[in-house]
T-cell receptor, first 113, second 111 residues
Framework: EAGVAQSPRYKIIEKRQSVAFWCNPI?????LYWYQQILGQGPKLLIQ????????DSQLPKDRFSAERLKGVDSTLKIQPAKLEDSAVYLC???????????FGQGTRLTVV | SQQGEEDPQALSIQEGENATMNCSYK?????LQWYRQNSGRGLVHLIL???NEREKHSGRLRVTLDTSKKSSSLLITASRAADTASYFC???????????WGAGTKLIIKP
């Protein structure tokens, strides 16, 4: 079974530029999460999808961040414009259902300079 | 929002010793999960314990859950250098598919 795929693995951009991350969850997993993880901290939920609907985006900075889940499968997370404080690892995870474990991708390490 | 809090924040032990990490949470849960994260990589699921379970084992891992105290512990026995990583607990409240994460315990195993 293929795992959660994320790309790119690394990205360096200048502040005020835009960037997009892509995630392909495990086939059949209805729940998809995007997390932001700053060095030394736990994952912070940005947005949670159930199929192609948003369940929770309360911590997503909507003035600069956007996310979509195409046809309930792949998902993209965009930042526009980026700020220095957006430097972090962006993790995508998926789950098959309630009460199950989450499967994570390798993450995208974003550096904003 | 952060619900789980791991304790200690960092732990350094000699190879072969046992390592114990604790997690406290605030609200009722369906299950609690422990994950490991090696430097620069994604999180890997270790073990899931349901609210009606008190103890669970998986290889060198032992997890306990005390719902009356809203706390869990992860014990790694006979530690190895490869166990060096950050360990996170995540609580699953089941009502909205959300996992709530703690800040993690950084474990260093000295050879």
């Amino acid at each position: 079974e293929a795992g959660v795929a994320q790309s790119p693995r690394y990205k360096i951009i200048e502040k005020r530029q835009s960037v997009a991350f892509w995630c392909n969850p495990i086939s059949g997993h209805a729940t998809l999460y995007w997390y932001q993880q700053i060095l030394g901290q736990g994952p912070k939920l940005l947005i949670q999808f159930q199929n192609n609907g948003v369940v929770d985006d309360s911590q997503l900075p909507k003035d600069r961040f956007s996310a979509e889940r195409l046809k309930g499968v792949d998902s993209t997370l965009k930042i526009q414009p980026a700020k220095l404080e957006d430097s972090a690892v962006y993790l995508c995870a998926s789950r098959p259902g309630l009460g199950t474990e989450a499967f994570f991708g390798q993450g995208t390490r974003l550096t904003v300079v | 929002s952060q619900q789980g809090e791991e304790d200690p924040q960092a732990l350094s032990i000699q190879e072969g010793e046992n390592a114990t990490m604790n997690c406290s949470y605030k609200t009722s849960i369906n299950n609690l999960q422990w994950y490991r994260q090696n430097s620069g990589r994604g999180l890997v699921h270790l073990i899931l314990i349901r609210s009606n379970e008190r103890e669970k084992h998986s290889g060198r891992l032992r997890v306990t859950l005390d719902t009356s105290k809203k706390s869990s512990s992860l014990l790694i026995t006979a530690s190895r250098a490869a166990d060096t990583a950050s360990y996170f607990c995540a609580t699953d409240m089941d009502s909205n598919y959300q996992l709530i994460w703690g800040a993690g315990t950084k474990l260093i195993i000295k050879p």
